[in-house]
């Protein structure tokens, strides 16, 4: 078989096998005999769903704490079929992390359904959450604490709103793990404090949004604090409309726009009167319209070529940092274009698996030179007007006499309306849609994190951030 394509290392392979054990198809492999005690585990649980059955909560109890969620998962719904009265008190009494707190789903679940009254759920609520603050957060791993943080949430979704005390109590708990070092994490947390009206929360999240490198994340922030009404000062108010002027440059499906001015309308319906007029310019500012070369608010590093980094990237790419890499790949734009680990744009190639197409060079020289070799997929239209004018971009849509071209990748929105009747010259562009001198304002070490992260497929785990001379 061959590799390579489009200027990149090309080289023939033929792959054969020297040895002595059998090249004969192997023989199907029968699962292990702790797998199939699981699996038929997880079926005796499934046995339980669907009605209330004697011996169900003996069988599924055990369970609810188990490693594997498909099991603690059926665990929890057998119980959850299981009348009320005969495990209530048995799942507030729990004392095993992982099982409380699928016990604690499951009764926020059952008894919100239940429809009690007011002061029944009230009181119910106020024991589920004083259950859940029995869990040790830092025992827990990041599946633990999205579980926990889940428990809480359905404990005030299906219970009703919680009480001023209750909603202090948890604030006082999650505000000062917020943010922590997981992005999932951090979703659910803003969510939850948002929820309760912490305070500093707006503070806190508005550096989220801010930071965040995809455009995924920052809608997410944007949208948990659309409908706070407490907590915020002009300031924050002002920054956070701003966002929504540089979102249009975000991209989406057809109801992409649409989606993020729910979530500004909401927002302003948030807004006092004294709000709505101090906020007026803000309100009515247009979206921005994005310069490439302006983009990046860093100072200039250095002019970076691929002979001076290449020693670096063969010698020094381990041991890297998987979060500022992918930190400085939104940083340097690359999530407006490109889909990397399921996050990003869509307009450039998928960057998924470039790390396993391309050798170290060829990524450098892509990353410093992008018009030296441009895939055809990707390439960009030269227009040469009757009137002299040049017209540089993608084609996204021919109607009729009409070409409407995109010229501004990171502002999809700018586009140049051109008729079949002006053009004189219509040709392949030599040059890239990919800016040149994205890297020039990062360091050495942050443009080696990109690229072991660029290598690593989105995996954190990748041999480019194991310790050195593991």
Same mark, same amino acid.
């Given at each position: 078989?061959?590799?390579?394509?489009?200027?990149?290392?090309?080289?023939?392979?033929?792959?054969?096998?020297?040895?002595?054990?059998?090249?004969?198809?192997?023989?199907?492999?029968?699962?292990?005999?702790?797998?199939?005690?699981?699996?038929?585990?997880?079926?005796?649980?499934?046995?339980?769903?669907?009605?209330?059955?004697?011996?169900?909560?003996?069988?599924?109890?055990?369970?609810?704490?188990?490693?594997?969620?498909?099991?603690?998962?059926?665990?929890?719904?057998?119980?959850?079929?299981?009348?009320?009265?005969?495990?209530?008190?048995?799942?507030?009494?729990?004392?095993?992390?992982?099982?409380?707190?699928?016990?604690?789903?499951?009764?926020?679940?059952?008894?919100?359904?239940?429809?009690?009254?007011?002061?029944?759920?009230?009181?119910?609520?106020?024991?589920?959450?004083?259950?859940?603050?029995?869990?040790?957060?830092?025992?827990?791993?990041?599946?633990?604490?999205?579980?926990?943080?889940?428990?809480?949430?359905?404990?005030?979704?299906?219970?009703?709103?919680?009480? =001023? %005390?209750?909603?202090?109590?948890?604030? &006082?708990?999650?505000? !000062?793990?917020?943010?922590? $070092?997981?992005? +999932? @994490?951090?979703?659910?947390?803003?969510?939850?404090?948002?929820?309760?009206?912490?305070?500093?929360?707006?503070?806190?999240?508005?550096?989220?949004?801010?930071?965040?490198?995809?455009?995924?994340?920052?809608?997410?922030?944007?949208?948990?604090?659309?409908?706070?009404?407490?907590?915020?000062?002009?300031?924050?108010?002002?920054?956070?409309?701003?966002?929504?002027?540089?979102?249009?440059?975000?991209?989406?499906?057809?109801?992409?726009?649409?989606?993020?001015?729910?979530?500004?309308?909401?927002?302003?319906?948030?807004?006092?009167?004294?709000?709505?007029?101090?906020? =007026? %310019?803000?309100?009515?500012?247009?979206? &921005?319209?994005?310069? !490439?070369?302006?983009?990046? $608010?860093?100072? +200039? @590093?250095?002019?970076?070529?691929?002979?001076?980094?290449?020693?670096?990237?063969?010698?020094?790419?381990?041991?890297?940092?998987?979060?500022?890499?992918?930190?400085?790949?939104?940083?340097?734009?690359?999530?407006?274009?490109?889909?990397?680990?399921?996050?990003?744009?869509?307009?450039?190639?998928?960057?998924?698996?470039?790390?396993?197409?391309?050798?170290?060079?060829?990524?450098?020289?892509?990353?410093?030179?992008?018009?030296?070799?441009?895939?055809?997929?990707?390439?960009?239209?030269?227009?040469?007007?009757?009137?002299?004018?040049?017209?540089?971009?993608?084609?996204?849509?021919?109607?009729?006499?009409?070409?409407?071209?995109?010229?501004?990748?990171?502002?999809?929105?700018?586009?140049?309306?051109?008729?079949?009747?002006?053009?004189?010259?219509?040709?392949?562009?030599?040059?890239?849609?990919?800016?040149?001198?994205?890297?020039?304002?990062?360091?050495?070490?942050?443009?080696?994190?990109?690229?072991?992260?660029?290598?690593?497929?989105?995996?954190?785990?990748?041999?480019?951030?194991?310790?050195?001379?593991?």
């Amino acid at each position: 078989f061959t590799i390579g394509g489009r200027r990149t290392q090309s080289g023939l392979y033929r792959v054969t096998y020297t040895g002595e054990e059998s090249t004969s198809p192997a023989e199907k492999i029968e699962a292990s005999s702790e797998v199939a005690k699981l699996r038929d585990a997880r079926h005796k649980l499934e046995s339980f769903h669907g009605e209330p059955q004697a011996g169900a909560i003996e069988a599924a109890w055990p369970y609810l704490g188990h490693e594997d969620r498909f099991l603690r998962f059926a665990a929890r719904i057998a119980v959850e079929h299981q009348p009320l009265k005969q495990w209530q008190s048995k799942a507030l009494s729990e004392q095993d992390p992982r099982a409380l707190i699928t016990a604690m789903v499951a009764l926020a679940r059952v008894a919100g359904a239940q429809h009690p009254d007011e002061a029944g759920a009230r009181e119910l609520q106020s024991k589920i959450v004083e259950a859940l603050g029995r869990v040790d957060w830092q025992s827990l791993d990041e599946q633990g604490r999205l579980e926990l943080l889940r428990a809480y949430g359905l404990a005030f979704t299906r219970l009703g709103s919680p009480s =001023a %005390e209750i909603k202090k109590t948890v604030a &006082e708990r999650f505000a !000062p793990l917020f943010p922590s $070092q997981s992005q +999932f @994490v951090d979703r659910e947390l803003c969510q939850l404090l948002v929820y309760v009206e912490a305070p500093g929360v707006v503070a806190k999240t508005l550096d989220l949004l801010d930071k965040a490198p995809t455009q995924e994340q920052q809608i997410h922030y944007a949208f948990c604090l659309r409908g706070l009404e407490s907590g915020w000062t002009l300031d924050q108010r002002r920054r956070y409309f701003n966002w929504f002027n540089q979102a249009a440059a975000h991209r989406g499906g057809m109801s992409f726009g649409g989606f993020l001015a729910n979530i500004r309308n909401a927002a302003i319906q948030t807004l006092s009167a004294d709000e709505k007029a101090a906020l =007026a %310019e803000t309100l009515a500012a247009p979206p &921005e319209k994005i310069d !490439p070369a302006e983009a990046i $608010q860093r100072e +200039f @590093v250095q002019k970076w070529t691929v002979d001076e980094l290449l020693p670096h990237v063969d010698d020094q790419l381990t041991g890297r940092n998987f979060e500022r890499g992918r930190e400085i790949f939104g940083a340097a734009l690359c999530f407006k274009c490109h889909r990397f680990a399921n996050d990003g744009g869509i307009i450039g190639p998928d960057l998924t698996g470039v790390g396993r197409r391309f050798n170290s060079r060829s990524i450098v020289e892509s990353l410093i030179e992008p018009s030296r070799v441009i895939s055809d997929q990707y390439q960009a239209t030269q227009f040469l007007t009757d009137a002299g004018q040049t017209v540089v971009g993608r084609i996204v849509n021919l109607n009729g006499d009409n070409i409407m071209i995109i010229t501004n990748m990171l502002d999809p929105s700018s586009q140049t309306q051109l008729k079949r009747g002006q053009i004189e010259l219509m040709r392949p562009s030599p040059l890239s849609m990919m800016p040149e001198g994205l890297l020039d304002r990062f360091t050495k070490e942050e443009i080696l994190d990109l690229i072991a992260y660029l290598r690593s497929g989105g995996d954190p785990n990748a041999p480019e951030f194991a310790a050195a001379g593991k």
